[in-house]
């Protein structure tokens, strides 16, 4: 079973740019169903970028052109970032990521897996 580390947020002055990490538990673990979600303070949890098991990407529309889910290279890694640029005020939020596809040396799972989350704050 994968475990999701996510590290990279803080604070950042609005126009800024922060980039999130989640990384498998294992460096044999390929992570390739990823989605990242926010909770802003006092609201529901929402979508903000999604990679599906397939390699298509969809966002947010409050986020396109903005936030970009990337990896260092090929699709096989262990780590998946979310690129945030152009931060506002409105992009403070808890961000998770939530991976629903991953494999292993013994083959590829189905799921429903969540990071611990990560606090990113724009000032404004």
């Known amino acids: 079973q994968v475990q999701l580390v996510e590290s990279g947020g803080g604070l950042v002055q609005a126009g800024g740019s922060l980039r999130l990490s989640c990384g498998a538990s294992r460096s044999t673990f390929s992570l390739l169903g990823v989605g990242w979600y926010r909770q802003p303070p006092g609201k529901q949890r929402e979508l903000v970028a999604k990679e599906t098991s397939g390699g298509s990407t969809n966002y947010a529309e409050s986020v396109q052109g903005r936030f970009t889910i990337t990896r260092d290279n090929a699709r096989n890694t262990n780590t998946v970032y979310l690129q945030m640029n152009s931060l506002k005020s409105e992009d403070t939020a808890v961000y998770y990521c939530?991976?629903?596809?991953?494999?292993?040396?013994?083959?590829?799972?189905?799921?429903?897996?969540w990071g611990q989350g990560t606090q990113v704050t724009v000032s404004s």
């Open positions: 939530n991976v629903d596809y991953y494999c292993s040396g013994t083959g590829c799972y189905a799921g429903d897996y």
